[in-house]
């Protein structure tokens, strides 16, 4: 039996929106985390780097994503939900301004620290639980300016998701036509 289109794309959205319901939830308190001692008193201690990283993700804020890597933040941590990563949470959104903070960031990370197993591939090829990349994530969201910043950070068009689909067949089965062929026809080397 082969999904139809519409289920496919709104159950990309659904995940996404539970993604982000989640990570903005958590971030309608001050992100601390309250500990309680044995006398029963409560202090507040801050979120870890790598979880203030993620919410700043989910909210589309490159200032706090760049204090949180500032910070000592992972780059490439994930949600537990769905094994996403700041660059697939960025990926969504209308702005590319997060993606790209993100991209040349990392450049800079890969520079000065020694990271076991990361390169700039793995970071922007990284698969959540269903297999997305951030470009299948992009693309299901029509978002051109961040499709292309993937593209030319050497993001995989080739690679599928859970359902056996490339980031162009995610776009084309949105309606996102025109992005499917700009995927589609992208040639690494012309376009360095």
């Not at 490439?76 to 993100?102: D, E, M, R, Y």
């Not at 995989?156 to 026809?185: F, M, W």
Request: with cysteine; proline share 6%.
């Amino acid at each position: 039996m082969k999904s139809s289109p519409i289920l496919l794309s709104f159950s990309l959205v659904f995940l996404v929106a539970i993604q982000n319901v989640f990570l903005v939830h958590a971030m309608e308190e001050p992100p601390a985390k309250r500990l309680r001692s044995a006398a029963g008193s409560t202090a507040t201690a801050p979120l870890p780097p790598d979880e203030r990283l993620l919410h700043a993700a989910a909210l589309d804020n490159p200032e706090a994503i760049a204090k949180a890597l500032d910070n000592g933040a992972n780059i490439n941590a994930q949600t537990a939900l769905g094994g996403c990563t700041a660059l697939h949470l960025v990926a969504s959104k209308p702005s590319p301004a997060a993606t790209i903070l993100l991209l040349h960031r990392l450049d800079t990370i890969l520079a000065s620290r020694s990271l076991h197993g990361m390169s700039r591939a793995s970071f922007v090829n990284a698969q959540d639980k269903c297999t997305y990349t951030a470009l299948h994530y992009a693309a299901a969201f029509n978002r051109r300016e961040t499709v292309v910043a993937l593209l030319k950070a050497g993001a995989d068009k080739t690679l599928k998701n859970c359902k056996g689909q490339t980031p162009a067949e995610v776009a084309r089965s949105s309606y996102h036509n025109d992005l499917a062929d700009l995927i589609e026809g992208w040639i690494p080397e012309a376009n360095l």
